[in-house]
């Protein structure tokens, strides 16, 4: 069997990406080559694992490699995040798990995409809850973030420390056992446990209601569901919200609020005209 075997597509995507490096740009000389981009014990030098072990991948031999392993040949190789993705599923059947990082906002692409949305309130907001773009539906129905200091705009403080949000809300016990058990998810599945450790404390320290539902220990998952508000300007108002993924940001995810009807829709646009006139 060929060692670039579309049965070895590890080895295959291996090959592929080394050969797309320049060799010079990771002082590696040494004149003419035989073929492009780096050599195959260049890439283990980098790695700092075995030339036999990093051949015997490429060949298809030796078995699975470790995640340690994985994650070595990566930065080896300078793979992007979704090039990293990619070599742990064909390489061990899974994607990596997520390296957190503290989000520094979105491009205007996908601010774009929430202007988009006229009359549906959105919002953008990483795995530990802190919001970081919206809209104008947003700012009308939820929360004015941009008056909010950055380290203010965190779901979780709005819902526990703020009277008017938690006013808002029909069965605000209900919606704040809801959001930290999703918190908590979050947090996990995003590698922060230990980043978001200081933020439960004061947390706790703030609320008793925040430190009585963190000790039930619920993790729940946020999908989809059914939001109901009491707006001091739009009155009673109801919602269907919907979260999804941001392709190639696994440090963000996105939440639309669809107005449940259209008189809902109605009044938030026309208080939204108005605001404009």
């Not at 601010?111 to 802190?130: G, K, N, Y």
């Amino acid at each position: 069997m060929s060692e670039t075997s579309s049965e070895n597509l590890l080895g295959t995507y291996l090959k592929d990406r080394r050969t797309r490096l320049d060799a010079t740009a990771f002082g590696f000389g040494g004149g003419r080559r035989r073929t492009p981009g780096l050599r195959r014990e260049e890439v283990a030098q980098r790695a700092n694992i075995s030339p036999t072990w990093y051949t015997w991948l490429e060949q298809g031999r030796g078995g699975a490699p470790s995640a340690d392993v994985l994650d070595r040949i990566a930065r080896a190789l300078m793979l992007t995040d979704v090039e990293r993705e990619h070599l742990f599923l064909i390489g061990l059947g899974r994607p990596p798990e997520i390296r957190y990082q503290a989000s520094e906002g979105v491009s205007p692409r996908l601010q774009r995409v929430l202007d988009a949305l006229e009359t549906s309130p959105a919002i953008i907001r990483t795995l530990i809850w802190d919001v970081v773009a919206w809209n104008r539906a947003a700012t009308l129905v939820l929360t004015d973030y941009a008056k909010l200091p950055p380290e203010q705009r965190n779901i979780l403080r709005l819902i526990f420390s703020v009277p008017r949000v938690r006013a808002a809300q029909y069965d605000w016990e209900s919606v704040a056992r809801f959001v930290v058990a999703a918190f908590r998810a979050d947090a996990a599945r995003a590698g922060a446990v230990s980043h978001v450790a200081d933020f439960v404390d004061e947390m706790c320290g703030l609320s008793p209601d925040f430190a009585r539902l963190w000790r039930d220990n619920d993790v729940r998952s946020y999908g989809e569901g059914v939001k109901h508000l009491r707006h001091p300007v739009l009155g009673p108002i109801s919602f269907e919200y919907s979260a999804f993924a941001v392709d190639g940001r696994p440090d963000l995810g996105m939440v639309v609020y669809n107005p449940a009807t259209p008189d809902d829709a109605a009044r938030i646009k026309a208080v939204l005209a108005k605001q404009s006139d």
